[in-house]
Each structure stands twice: as structure tokens, then as C-alpha cells.
């Protein structure tokens, strides 16, 4: 079964770094775009940033020139770098994945169980 798992959320001050990775686990053929997703309080889920296979990457427009994206292909993993955060950055983020399925011989999206980030003023 294929799992994504999220690591590294945490409180931090405004002003402050913060990075999290993400795995995906399990019997894996091909792994297309991964992303992090986040949802505040009271919000919708939003894209804060994907990154092909290839390792091009694309970002919310809030989150440009402060957060970075970045993946290892070979181990399934991809990362997430945030400086200058900002109180408006709390939220549970979570990690999305297009992976390969046999049995249907398509693409599933998948979801980790989600981080928590909480930005201080």
C-alpha cells in the first residue's frame, strides 16, 4: 500500500525557517507531479507549491521568493524550504503525490495525513 508521510512542521516565529519533507512509501512504479498543499483554519485547500518529475517546479504566488520546492526522485521524497514566515503561513500542510497504479493503469492522487505549521507574531 502507498503511503505519503510528511515530517519537519513545528512552531516558529514570524521571521523565522522551517522545512519539511515528505516520503512516499510502499510499492511505487512511477511517481508523476508531487505538490504540498495546506489548509488554515476555516480555509480552503490551497497549492503552495508542485514540482514535476523532471524537477521543474511552480509556486503560489504568495509563497514566491520565500518558500522553495525541491524532490529526490530516486528515494520518492520531496521537500518543502520556507523562510520569512509569516503568521499567515499557519496551516496544516500536506503532502500530494500522482502516483503510478497497476491495477488501473493510471494515475492516483494521493494525500499524507498532513503537518502542522504554526507561525508566531
Known amino acids: 500500500q502507498v503511503q505519503l508521510v510528511e515530517s519537519g512542521g513545528g512552531l516558529v516565529q514570524a521571521g523565522g525557517s522551517l522545512s519539511l519533507s515528505c516520503v512516499a512509501s510502499?510499492?511505487?512504479?512511477?511517481?508523476?507531479?508531487m505538490a504540498w498543499y495546506r489548509q488554515a483554519p476555516g480555509k480552503q485547500r490551497q497549492l503552495v507549491a508542485a514540482?514535476?518529475?523532471?524537477?521543474?517546479?511552480r509556486y503560489a504566488d504568495s509563497v514566491k521568493g520565500r518558500f522553495t520546492i525541491s524532490r529526490d526522485t530516486p528515494k520518492n521524497t520531496i521537500f518543502l524550504h520556507m523562510y520569512n514566515l509569516e503568521p499567515e503561513d499557519t496551516a496544516v500542510y500536506y503532502c500530494?503525490?500522482?502516483?503510478?497504479?497497476?491495477?488501473?493503469?493510471?494515475?492516483?492522487?494521493?494525500w499524507g495525513q498532513g503537518t502542522l505549521v504554526t507561525v508566531s507574531s
Open positions: 500530494n503525490a500522482e502516483i503510478f497504479d497497476i491495477q488501473t493503469a493510471g494515475y492516483l492522487e494521493r
Open positions: 510502499g510499492t511505487i512504479f512511477s511517481i508523476a507531479d
Open positions: 514540482i514535476t518529475n523532471g524537477g521543474t517546479p
